[in-house]
């Protein structure tokens, strides 16, 4: 992997890249749910990392980006997080306008004492 870091081979790049993504989706299914073999569990490592076989590029385009597609996965993501940006901003303009009042509360009562 650090290879493809300094040489910045794009498909090198993409195997690795779609080799993690896998296994983190895939770890908690096949080592913790399904409690298979140790041998089975590095074999699907090799197959997935090791670039000969393009293992994860092939899991990735013909399981996942299915999926993905079917069920417009993106587009939620994506509209999701469009939801939480509108969400922040709009908390955090609140709590503006209750700092912002506030202060004006202390200047008042500040004003006042002095008068």
């Known amino acids: 992997t650090i290879r493809v870091i300094h040489n910045r081979d794009k498909q090198e790049y993409q195997q690795w890249l779609t080799y993690y993504l896998l296994i983190y989706l895939l770890n908690p299914l096949l080592f913790d749910l399904l409690r298979i073999h140790p041998i089975f569990r590095l074999i699907t490592v090799i197959y997935l990392s090791l ?50 009042w506030s202060a004006l509360y202390q200047i008042g009562d500040m004003v006042s004492f002095v008068q």
């Open 51 to 100: 670039p000969k076989f393009q293992g994860a590029r092939f899991v990735y385009n013909e399981i996942f980006d299915v999926i993905m597609t079917k069920y417009a996965v993106e587009d939620r993501i994506q509209n999701k997080i469009e939801d939480v940006k509108k969400s922040a901003r709009n908390a955090a303009l609140r709590i503006a306008a209750d700092i912002g």
